[in-house]
C-alpha cells in the first residue's frame, strides 16, 4: 500500500544485437547491362528462330528494345539457358561469411562497461557453449550482469547491475531504456511529495 512495486515488462531491451559472423564485402560485380548473351544460350537461340537478328530491335516494326532483357539473378534461380542452371549455387568465396575474433568483443565489452549505458547487449546464438562461458567470464570481471535468455535458443544477453531504487528513479525520470523494459507502480496511497520532484 505504501511502496512502489517495480515490474519488468520484458526480459530484455538492446540498441546492440551482436553476431558471430558477418558477411564479408562481394567484390564489385559487372552490371547485367554491360554483360552479352552468348550465341550458345538457349534464350538468345529462341529469340532467333522467332525472327528476332542479333543487333536490331524487337517488334514488328523494330521500334523496340535493342537488346534482350536481362534476367536478375536470384538465389538458387536462374533464368532459361543459364550455364548450370540445373546445378544449385554453390557458394562463392565472396559469399562466405567471416568469423569476427572473440578479442573484438571483449573490446566493446570494455566500452560498454566504461559508459553510463542502460541498454542491454545481446549476442545471438550462433556463439559456441565455450565463446558464451568466456564472454560471461569476462562480463564478470567487469561488474556486469551476464545472463542466459530464452527458451529454445537461448541468448547471452549482458546488462549493467541496477538496484531497484536506481531503476524506478530512472523509469520516473523517463530514462528510454529503462522505461522499454521495467514499469514503476505508484503506492496505492499516492506518490509520495519527495518523489513528485523527480516526475
Known amino acids: 500500500y505504501y511502496c512502489y ?26 552490371p547485367l547491362s554491360q554483360k552479352k548473351i552468348s550465341e550458345e544460350n538457349v534464350g538468345f537461340q529462341l529469340m532467333q528462330k522467332q525472327g528476332w537478328n542479333p543487333g536490331s530491335s524487337l517488334g514488328v516494326s523494330t ?4 537488346e534482350p532483357i536481362a534476367v536478375q539473378k536470384r538465389k ?11 546445378q544449385p549455387d554453390k ?16 573490446l566493446m565489452l570494455k566500452q560498454y562497461a566504461g559508459v553510463n ?22 562480463a564478470t570481471s567487469l561488474r556486469l550482469f551476464p545472463q542466459m535468455i530464452g527458451n529454445n535458443k537461448k541468448k ?12 524506478k528513479e530512472g523509469v520516473m525520470k523517463g530514462h528510454s531504456d529503462l522505461c522499454a523494459k521495467y ?4 503506492p496505492g496511497a499516492g506518490i509520495p511529495e519527495k518523489d513528485r520532484v523527480l516526475a
Open 183 to 186: 514499469v514503476v507502480i505508484p
Open 156 to 167: 547471452l544477453v549482458v546488462s549493467r547491475p541496477l538496484t531497484i531504487k536506481e531503476i
Open 63 to 66: 521500334e523496340g528494345i535493342l
Open 91 to 106: 557458394a562463392t568465396p565472396a559469399e562466405e561469411k567471416v568469423k569476427i575474433p572473440l578479442e573484438a568483443f571483449y
Open 76 to 86: 538458387g534461380k536462374r533464368g532459361l539457358g543459364t550455364e548450370d542452371a540445373v
Open 5 to 30: 512495486t517495480v515490474k519488468r515488462v520484458k526480459e530484455y531491451h538492446t540498441r546492440r544485437k551482436i553476431f558471430y559472423t558477418r558477411p564479408s564485402k562481394a567484390p564489385a560485380q559487372e
Open 117 to 138: 549505458a542502460l541498454y542491454d547487449i545481446v549476442f545471438s546464438s550462433q556463439f559456441s557453449k565455450h565463446q558464451v562461458a568466456k564472454l560471461k567470464n569476462f
